[in-house]
Nanobody, 123 residues
Framework: QLQLVESGGGLVQPGGSLRLSCAAS????????IGWFRQAPGKAREGVSC????????FYADSVKGRFTISRDNAKNTVSLQMSSLKPEDTAVYYC????????????????WGRGTQVTVSS
């Protein structure tokens, strides 16, 4: 079965850190650009970050630039999103996706979506 599974979400205080992981089964992430998206209650899903398949270039939304880092581990067939200096406005369900290419920080041509992991930033 071809799927993506996110993990690492949870409750964290403002200023804290979390590391999200996106693991693939049934296919190899090497050949795909990978994007992270998030959706807050009552809001549309938005792109957060993207990493290309070709040269590993990384891209970030302005709202997370300098605080979030996306990376690949091809040996483990995973992509991670390290999040630091978290703010209450980062609260959302975070999704990873595999697709064709990065259009800036937004993944273009999504082939696979994960089911999401909840991140809550609150004191």
């Amino acid at each position: 079965q071809l799927q993506l599974v996110e993990s690492g979400g949870g409750l964290v205080q403002p200023g804290g850190s979390l590391r999200l992981s996106c693991a693939a089964s049934g296919f190899t992430l090497d050949y795909y650009a990978i994007g992270w998206f998030r959706q807050a209650p009552g809001k549309a899903r938005e792109g957060v970050s993207c990493i290309s398949s070709s040269d590993g270039s990384t891209f970030y939304a302005d709202s997370v630039k300098g605080r979030f880092t996306i990376s690949r581990d091809n040996a483990k067939n995973t992509v991670s999103l390290q999040m630091s200096s978290l703010k209450p406005e980062d609260t959302a369900v975070y999704y990873c996706a595999a697709g064709y290419s990065c259009s800036g920080y937004v993944l273009f041509g999504v082939n696979y979506w994960g089911r999401g992991t909840q991140v809550t930033v609150s004191s």
